[in-house]
C-alpha cells in the first residue's frame, strides 16, 4: 500500500499519525539489534517506517534486507530512501527491481549527501544530479507503481542558506519554486526538513 493512501486515510478520520526513521546498522549485530527493537516499535501503530540508504548505495544490500523484513516480517508499510550519490542509472535500475520484487511501494527519492571526503555534491557520468531528475525517471520506468516522497525545506535547502539577505530571499524562492516542481511530477509525499 502506498503510504500516500494510509496518510489521506488518517487524516480523512482525523486520527494522528507517526513515522519512524531508521539508519542502516553498519555490523550484522546491529541489525539484529534493530530487528529485536523494530517488534516493539511496530507495536505503537506507526503508519509507516522508512530506512536511509547510504551514500552511492553503500549500504544498499542492508537497507534493503531491513526494508523487505520491515514491509513482510514486521507489517509495517515501508520506505526506503534512494539517492543519487554515486548512483549510475544502472545501479539504480538494479535497485529500483529489487524494491519492487520485494513488494515496497514507497520510495523516498533524493538528490543524497555528498559522499564522505567531499565537500559538495558532485553529479557522476550516467547519474542524476537531483531529485526532480530521479523523481521523473521513476515515474518513466515504474509508472505509478511506486509512492514517491520527496524532501521539502521550508528556509531552502541547507546548501542554499547565505548571510547575504538579498541573496537568501531569492534562494529561498528558487527553492519553493524547485519543490512545486518535485511534487508537480507526481511526487505523493513531503517530507519537511
Known amino acids: 500500500m502506498k503510504i500516500v493512501d494510509k496518510i489521506n486515510a488518517n487524516i480523512q478520520e482525523g486520527k494522528t499519525f507517526f513515522s519512524f526513521e531508521y539508519f542502516p546498522p553498519r555490523t550484522e549485530e546491529g541489525v539484529e539489534n534493530l530487528f529485536e527493537r523494530l517488534d516493539r516499535m511496530v507495536a505503537y501503530g506507526p503508519t509507516f517506517c522508512d530506512i536511509t540508504w547510504g551514500a552511492g548505495g553503500s549500504t544498499a544490500d542492508v537497507t534493503l534486507g531491513i526494508a523487505t523484513k520491515m514491509q513482510n516480517l514486521f507489517c509495517v508499510e515501508t520506505?526506503?530512501?534512494?539517492?543519487?550519490?554515486?548512483?549510475?542509472?544502472?545501479?539504480?535500475?538494479?535497485?529500483?527491481?529489487?524494491?519492487?520484487k520485494a513488494g515496497l511501494q514507497n520510495i523516498l527519492a533524493l538528490r543524497g549527501d555528498p559522499p564522505k571526503g567531499q565537500e559538495e555534491f558532485k553529479q557522476i557520468e550516467g547519474g542524476f544530479g537531483n531529485a526532480l531528475d530521479l523523481v521523473k525517471y521513476i515515474r518513466e520506468k515504474h509508472g505509478d507503481y511506486f509512492g514517491i516522497g520527496v524532501a521539502g525545506y521550508p528556509e531552502a535547502h541547507p546548501d542554499f542558506i547565505v548571510d547575504d539577505e538579498q541573496q537568501m530571499k531569492k534562494n529561498y524562492w528558487d527553492s519553493l519554486a524547485y519543490l512545486k516542481e518535485k511534487v508537480c511530477v507526481n511526487s505523493v509525499v513531503l517530507l519537511l526538513l
Not at 520506505?79 to 529489487?98: F, W
Request: some cysteine.
Open 79 to 100: 520506505m526506503m530512501h534512494l539517492t543519487c550519490t554515486n548512483m549510475p542509472v544502472e545501479a539504480l535500475d538494479n535497485a529500483l527491481n529489487e524494491v519492487r
